[in-house]
């Protein structure tokens, strides 16, 4: 099976990457980027095939993924569409905010389209992601789908009409839980500790956190109180978040985001 890949930036270069790392066979990712650099080094580095023309990436693959830039899509796919429908590949796209209707408004009714929403930890094999399907995707086309998504993080299938949410508490979150990371370093400049030691502490902290949660699978109400002792240091903290909003905070970011990205 051969896999097509349009485009190669932050997002399509970290899942190449990430497949390729898993075991992959790099001759069959056949890769198109309108930077000629980039895709010389990807070729040079990690053995993929480098197309020439997005019509050969699709001429050549049984999986398509569409990698770039929303924008650019509709000048991209209306070019595709007599090729795509001739060979009916499985058809990818994690173009953020295209779903699968419009993607099938440029391309016809008559291909397997699925919508995928990654994210940016996805550059570090930790992302998590969300597919949703058209009626022509079948178990295969899905088991594909995890199988490619997974070499860079988890996926889980999800209502196309919750995809706003997911995006909010997914794509928008790494900044968020950036911001909370630095800010506990700057809690920790403020005591003495040097910036970059105070943030290597709080990035430990919060990714050994996140790691309890999915290995345990106990509720983090639950894994917090156990931190919590009676009278002591850590509640007092979790008391102050309370009385400063924090979660309030928290919902107010995820709303706005979610907001958002239905007016795109």
Request: aromatic content about 4%; some cysteine.
């Amino acid at each position: 099976m051969k896999i097509g890949f349009i485009g190669a930036g932050n997002m399509g270069g970290s899942i190449l990457r990430g497949m390729v790392s898993r075991g992959f066979n790099s001759k069959d990712i056949v890769v198109f980027d309108a930077d000629s650099c980039k895709l010389s080094v990807l070729s040079r580095d990690f053995g993929i095939t480098a197309a020439s023309s997005v019509a050969e990436v699709c001429e050549e693959s049984d999986v398509v993924i569409l990698a770039v830039k929303p924008q650019i899509l509709p000048n991209v796919l209306p070019e595709l569409a007599n090729i795509l429908n001739s060979r009916k590949p499985l058809v990818i796209s994690i173009a953020a905010g295209k779903t699968i209707q419009w993607i099938e408004e440029l391309v016809g009714e008559n291909l397997p389209v699925v919508r995928v929403m990654p994210n940016i930890a996805a550059k570090v094999g930790e992302g998590m992601a969300a597919f949703c399907c058209n009626a022509r995707v079948t178990e295969e086309h899905k088991e594909t789908v995890i199988g490619i998504f997974e070499a860079v993080g988890r996926i889980i299938e999800l209502n196309e009409n919750l995809f706003p949410a997911f995006t909010a508490i997914a794509s928008c979150s790494p900044a968020f839980t950036l911001m909370y990371i630095d800010a506990l370093a700057q809690a920790g400049v403020r005591y003495g500790i040097p910036k970059n030691v105070a943030l290597e502490i709080a990035a430990q902290s919060v990714a050994g956190s996140a790691r309890m949660l999915l290995e345990t699978g106990e509720h983090p109400r639950a894994l917090a109180d156990q931190i919590c002792s009676p009278g002591g240091t850590t509640i007092e903290g979790v008391c102050a978040l309370h009385e400063n909003g924090f979660e309030n905070a928290v919902l107010a970011a995820v709303r706005a985001s979610l907001e958002k990205d239905l007016r795109l």
